[in-house]
């Protein structure tokens, strides 16, 4: 069983793309942890632990991703979580996907991508349980 | 002792975290972590907290949570929520209303998805119970949607059973109707602060008065505001009068003893399933459905042959 922790941190109240993520990977099979809006990554990264979960998703539209997600990377590795699959959605600016890339994010899915290209993604860059 | 039984026991957050899904898992590797586990349980007072969607469920729990780390306990959450019958998916959301609580490091929290399985909910969620006993937890809250039948017989794992209610939501009443009162230690009165708490503060009390006259346990009715965490303190002190009243009355190990013959049911069920399942997937399997359509076979016997773990092909089987 695939566990998902689908993440909104920051300060940007729109999660309407989180939640039709979370429906996507769910009517997947998966099984999708949500958390609410205005997580902090000690949150996430603490939830990612405590549910043990394989994929953390991240969802920015707030523009606060290069200050975010590599402190989420960060401490999710620390807490020994070096497996877990990093994928950020949201609006992250075409110049900035390297960086998140360079930061541990496995893949940025921007808007207008197919769920169903995100959950291949999933079940194909999954290590082996 | 494994490694894994060995972080347990030291309460490392990983660990446990590992060791809740392997045991979720099941199968031999989560057999062989609980009888590592299960000498070292016994010590956590679990509360299992149900009621209809919408009562305040999560946020309540949230309360007791940080009321408990309050008094210096520590605390672990279950929250179940039910998969999808189709894809076996699930959204578990119980967490957008426990923020409060789970921030701290006394308070481990894990969501549970149904799975969909016939009575192996009840079966990984007492895995998940003994998994977080053994890591030394004080106070265990299980939270369901109290709809069913599965939620009934994983309120029988714990000891304390809170069933919440809300005024103004029309379906109080069903949800007594539905066995509820039965298993309910103690009763809250969530949104108390709504129209109509005294009313269904009333509707509970009078329920009470039909079933019983004088209950050892007369279940309390808390009223709460679980947002502004009124009556929660109050809701706690219940919760502590329960267990002393269950270990004073000799009910704990009467409990046990119930908690204990519902496992083992639960165990023989499932073995039950995975046999008939390996006879169904069987090749013989429309054979013999054939044999019993032409009455040259007993669907009875049939049965016997599949619980006893042969294949119910060819054994017995005359050719016409």
Not at chain 1, 52 to 62: F, G, R, T, Y
Request: aromatic share 2%.
């Amino acid at each position: 069983m695939i566990r998902v922790l689908v993440a909104k941190p920051g300060l940007d109240g729109h999660d309407r793309g989180a939640k039709v993520i979370a429906r996507a990977l769910r009517d997947a099979g998966m099984e999708v942890i949500y958390t609410g809006l205005h997580q902090t990554p000690e949150q996430i990264a603490d939830a990612a632990l405590q549910e043990d979960v394989q994929v953390v998703a991240i969802s920015v539209l707030s523009g606060a991703h290069p200050t975010l997600v590599p402190r989420i990377v960060n401490l999710v590795r620390q807490n020994g979580q070096e497996d877990v699959l990093i994928l950020l959605g949201g609006i992250i600016p075409e110049q900035d996907v390297p960086a998140m890339l360079d930061a541990g994010v496995a893949a940025v899915f921007g808007p207008g991508t197919d769920t169903r290209d995100i959950i291949a993604y999933i079940t194909e860059h999954l290590p082996a349980a | 002792m494994s490694e894994l039984g060995g972080r347990v026991l030291r309460q490392e957050r990983a660990g446990v975290a590992r060791a809740l899904t392997v045991v979720e898992r099941g199968g031999s590797p989560g057999r062989e972590l609980l009888r590592e586990l299960f000498p070292h349980t016994g010590h956590a007072h679990v509360v299992g907290v149900t009621g209809a969607p919408g009562v305040g469920k999560s946020t309540l729990v949230d309360g007791i949570a940080l009321e408990a780390r309050r008094r210096g306990r520590t605390v672990g959450i279950i929250a179940v929520d039910p998969s999808s019958p189709f894809t076996g998916g699930a959204i578990l959301g119980d967490r957008i209303r426990m923020q409060d609580a789970v921030m701290d490091a006394g308070v481990f929290m894990r969501s549970l998805a149904s799975r969909g399985q016939t009575g192996g909910l009840s079966r990984s969620c007492a895995a998940s119970l003994e998994v977080l006993d053994a890591a030394g937890f004080d106070l265990i809250l299980v939270e369901t949607v109290g709809a069913g039948q599965s939620e009934i017989e994983i309120m029988a794992l714990g000891h304390t059973t809170v069933v919440v209610m809300a005024p103004g939501l029309g379906d109080d009443i069903q949800a007594i109707k539905a066995g509820i009162l039965e298993i309910a230690d103690v009763f809250v009165v969530n949104k108390a602060d709504r129209e109509g708490a005294d009313r269904t503060v009333r509707e509970i009390r009078s329920m009470l008065h039909l079933a019983a006259l004088a209950p050892p346990w007369p279940p309390p009715i808390i009223r709460t505001v679980a947002q502004t965490r009124q009556g929660v303190a109050d809701l706690l002190d219940s919760l502590d009068r329960h267990q002393i009243f269950l270990q004073e009355s000799g009910t704990l190990a009467g409990r046990r003893l119930h908690r204990t013959a519902h496992l083992l049911r639960q165990a023989v069920t499932d073995l039950a399933d995975r046999r008939l399942q390996a006879a169904m997937e069987g090749g013989d399997w429309e054979l013999v459905l054939r044999d019993i359509l032409a009455g040259r076979r007993d669907p009875e016997d049939v049965a016997g042959t599949i619980l006893s773990g042969e294949t119910p092909g060819s054994p017995g089987r005359k050719e016409p």
